[in-house]
């Protein structure tokens, strides 16, 4: 009976240890071992539509309101405590701010400024520069994004494979930045800091204008569709046949136009320049 109990708490010992070994993300084993995140892009292919082009002193004006940011977050949470009610999402984001995110919002504006909006630090460099670890770095990035005033894309470039990891053909290289400050937030800032509101006229104008260009694209062929929102190369080709045919089926409903519409006698009467002898 002893023996039964010993071996039954050495399976259960086993059990224990095996389940407690840590596991990869999806389960099974990585096979190329690369280090490259999720949602990763290729370097060289997309930054030139990524990068900002900040006007003179906007990355300034960027890095004051996230200092003011900051000084406003604790009020807006007593006024929700006051009122004996629940923060609101943009009040929610507004509290998320830290100074550990502040100093690195500081940073990403300096470089902006300095190079043209081409942002792509590397973490390491980021420590050195403001004096934080890494797990504030990190932290202090995920905060900004959060918020909205940071957007992010990893990067990665193509390696050679090695001995060591004879499938892997991509590795990760540092992500690129691009900052701004949403509208949601730009309300809890003092008025003078809040950028001058637009004229009625001025909205009403693009209001019209937004207007007019859905108008026009409700106008549009189906090969003029499939140009513009197919990006993918084979499905672009397979629906531009499909459309090809289709406007050539339409086409064939639509009848000649009259030969007697056009006046060709002498004495007629209709538009001049529809006459053979005008």
């Not at 010993?6 to 084993?29: C, D, H, Y």
């Not at 929700?80 to 929610?92: K, N």
Request: glycine residues 6%; aromatic residues 6%; contains cysteine.
């Amino acid at each position: 009976m002893g023996a039964v109990s010993v071996a039954r708490a050495s399976f259960m010992a086993l059990e224990r240890i095996t389940r407690e070994q840590p596991k990869s993300r999806s389960g099974a084993p990585n096979p190329t071992r690369a280090k490259v995140h999720p949602h990763s892009r290729r370097a060289g292919t997309f930054e030139d539509d990524f990068f900002y082009t900040y006007a003179k002193g906007e990355t300034d004006r960027l890095y004051r309101n996230a200092v003011e940011l900051l000084k406003r977050k604790n009020a807006v949470r007593r006024l929700a405590r006051a009122e004996a009610r629940q923060l609101t999402e943009a009040e929610r984001l507004v509290t998320l701010i830290t100074p550990a995110a502040v100093r690195v919002f500081e940073q990403l504006t300096q470089l902006a400024r300095t190079c043209a909006g081409k942002v792509f630090p590397t973490w390491e460099w980021i420590e050195t520069h403001t004096g934080l670890s890494r797990a504030s770095v990190g932290r202090g990035l995920k905060i900004l994004a959060m918020m909205g005033m940071l957007d992010k894309q990893r990067r990665c470039v193509p390696v050679e494979p090695t001995a060591d990891r004879p499938k892997a053909r991509y590795e990760q290289t540092s992500n690129v930045y691009r900052m701004r400050f949403p509208n949601g937030l730009a309300r809890f800032l003092p008025r003078c800091f809040r950028p001058a509101p637009l004229p009625d006229d001025v909205v009403q104008r693009e209001a019209d204008r937004i207007e007019a260009i859905e108008e026009m694209r409700l106008w549009r062929t189906p090969r003029q569709v499939v140009a513009e929102e197919i990006q993918d190369e084979g499905l672009r080709r397979v629906l531009d046949s499909l459309a090809i045919a289709l406007e050539k089926q339409e086409s064939q409903k639509n009848g000649q136009p009259l030969l007697d519409s056009y006046i060709l006698g002498k004495d007629g009467v209709g538009l001049v320049g529809q006459r053979s002898n005008a």
